[in-house]
């Protein structure tokens, strides 16, 4: 099929990519002149495991372009929306004003028998909204709103061979043309197998509000035990081990920690909050408002800790960070808990030294104030305390008996959970987790 994919982000780039892999004919449009440069020439304009090399493989096929140009939509059957949806400067709402420029943008060009696909994260009632402007100008064609899970640092996989498809249609019905042209899309993984539920609108758009208030949820549902542990004495991530073997409860995403952050997360349980309210709904999700409050009180929290094990202040303290990015195998800094950290510690008097693999130049773009090393060793030398912010697997692989030989003073506060206290201890580190004795 002729598919084109509007706004190459984190989300646009891979599933251009993808959709390609998957056989179809597919033209990728940005309106940032560098990005297109850049993925024209089969390479990632960020840190994606897997993408750089199936740019390579596609492009090869000749089955993947790029360009700037908007016109270059026409002629494709199937157009995929996956521009951003920020959270609005001062509110909590999504700013929507890409979504609604790539509709605008690609309404010249539609023919008869297209369909749109909104696969951005978006307010409840905006696939609605964007269904009658396309009815409009051109009443042969259809929108579909069919919301994108996909995890950075796994998303060529999870575009590939997702957990499930939701397409949200006029009315809900399966008998909709609209799900059916997306199985002929996703054809190759709904032969593996891949379940796909229709819905209406409203639904597919809550789908994903949802889904990632849940994943918040019960992120800072085992930060709020952590908090507990450290007041009791207990050991949250033997907590997690415990109760996360209730397969009604399941282990994954309950790692205690310094919270969530990135793109999504933050800004989508915030977004949700502002839509509930404007539908009258706002007591429903007035319990997210206490997940981002447990999520933000972890960053005070790491200063607190930190300053604590400086002996009582940071002034002068040389700190060095482990990770910039938001989470590993990705360069995204956006909410980056542990960025955030590292410029409250700056800001309090400490000299900060951040090392990560792959964020530091966006690290470097949003907080210049911060010293950054690429090379871990140099970072560490002559270290006060150690923190371990971001889980890469070089900073969880660390050995504690060489890196002692770096620092000042062996102090390592785990941000994740993720070393062996014992190992470290024995070293000769003072260590402290989250949420751990
Ligand atoms: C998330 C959703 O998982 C994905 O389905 C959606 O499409 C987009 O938002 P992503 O933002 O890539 O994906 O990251 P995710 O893996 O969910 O992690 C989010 C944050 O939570 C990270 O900062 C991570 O470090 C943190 N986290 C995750 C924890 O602190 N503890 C956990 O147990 C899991």
Known sequence: MRVSVIG???????????????????????????????????????????????????????????????????GSAVHF???????????????????????????????????????STVPVGTAGRLAELIRDAQPGAHLA???????????????LSPDRFVYGVPGGSEDHAAAGVLDEVYATPRGMGTPRLVTDYATAELVKAAANSFLATKISFINAMAEVCDAAGADVTLLADAIGMD?????????????????????????????AGELGADQALTFLREVDTINMRRRTRVVELTREMCGGSLLGQRITVLGAAFKPDSDDVRDSPALSIAAQLQLQGAVVTVTDPQALANAARRFPELNYELDIEEALRNADAVLLLTEWRQHRDLDPFATIQLVRNARILDGRNALDPQKWRAAGWTYRGMGRP
């Open 247 to 275: 397969e009604r409860i399941g282990r994954k995403f309950l790692h205690a920690g310094i919270g969530f952050g990135g793109g999504c997360l933050p800004k989508d349980i915030r977004s949700f909050m502002a839509r």
């Open 8 to 74: 190459c982000g984190y989300l646009g780039a891979v599933h251009a990519a993808c959709m390609a892999k998957l056989g179809h004919d597919v033209v990728g449009i940005d309106v940032d002149e560098q990005k297109i440069a850049e993925l024209s020439t089969a390479r990632a304009p960020f840190f994606e495991p897997g993408l750089e090399e199936l740019l390579g493989e596609v492009q090869a096929t000749g089955r993947l372009t790029f360009t700037t140009d908007m016109a270059a939509a026409e």
């Open 145 to 159: 709103w069919n919301p994108e899970f996909l995890r950075e640092g796994h998303a060529v996989q999870d575009t």
């Open 81 to 119: 929306i996956c521009v951003g949806t920020p959270q609005k400067k001062g509110e909590n709402a999504a700013d929507l004003r890409y979504v609604d420029a790539a509709a605008l943008g690609l309404l010249p060009y539609l023919a008869d028998g297209d369909l749109v696909v909104g696969k």
